[in-house]
């Protein structure tokens, strides 16, 4: 079963406007982390920022922060104030307390900034 | 965070040869893993690189068609065998490290693109 479920293929926002990239996961491991990666064309992966199950708060990193809704099981990427060098495919992962460290990975959306 | 690099950057190889894709950190670090991205998909790993032992290899993959290794805390070795064009893909092999003390966070090389003809 399809643990990150990322329902958005392609999407697109313009320049300056902020923008929500979904996910959704699915585990019964109370303990978890989900992390968000950026992958532009080039190929080579960025971590943006980390939420972990038992945090509090929101995780913030610059002009990223994380919608966790845990009862929701969803933990949102939202981006403020988009800038044409954000035009990359946007992945979330999950790593469970019993996964060794690896990582499971939706299938990613791919977003556009427009001018 | 650990600076990274992969060699080669990109290849194209004949079906039935083998490539050796070498991962180079600049500092120790404990756990390396291997991840496959094919075309238009996500990223699947292939194994955990475990130094001084054989890899952890996750299901379906196989250590005679992806064999690991990891002779030290700093590099790593992944050969695809036997190639065929369902092997064409991008190769990437990443680090855990704690960075900003927040958690175990895994930062990736910036892969190999293999094309298979």
């Known amino acids: 079963a399809q643990k990150i479920t990322q329902t958005q293929p392609g999407m697109f926002v313009q320049e300056k406007e902020a923008v929500t990239l979904d996910c959704t996961y699915d585990t019964s491991d109370p303990s978890y982390g989900l992390f968000w990666y950026k992958q532009p064309s080039s190929g080579e992966m960025i971590f943006l920022i980390y939420?972990?199950?038992?945090?509090?708060q929101n995780a913030t990193e610059g002009r990223y922060s994380l919608n966790f809704q845990k009862a929701r099981k969803s933990a949102n990427l939202v981006i403020s104030a988009s800038q044409l060098g954000d035009s990359a495919m946007y992945f979330c992962?999950?790593?469970?307390?019993?996964?060794?460290?690896?990582?499971?990975f939706g299938k990613g959306t791919s977003l556009l900034v427009t001018p | 965070s650990a600076v990274i690099s992969q060699k080669p950057s990109r290849d194209i190889c004949q079906r039935g040869t083998s490539l050796t894709i070498q991962c180079q950190v600049d500092?120790?670090?404990?756990?390396m893993f291997w991840y496959r991205q094919q075309p238009g998909q996500s990223l699947t790993l292939i194994a955990t690189?475990?130094?001084?032992?054989?890899?952890?290899?996750e299901s379906g993959f196989v250590i005679d068609k992806f064999p690991i290794s990891r002779p030290n805390l700093t590099f790593s070795t992944l050969t695809v065998s036997n190639m065929s064009p369902e092997d064409s893909s991008i190769y990437l092999c990443s680090v855990l490290q704690r960075a900003g003390g927040v958690t175990d966070t895994q930062y990736f090389g910036p892969g190999t693109r293999l094309t298979v003809l």
């Open positions: 939420q972990g199950s038992y945090d509090q």
């Open positions: 500092s120790q670090v404990t756990m």
């Open positions: 690189a475990n130094q001084g032992s054989e890899a952890t290899y």
């Open positions: 992962a999950m790593r469970e307390s019993n996964s060794g460290y690896a990582l499971n």
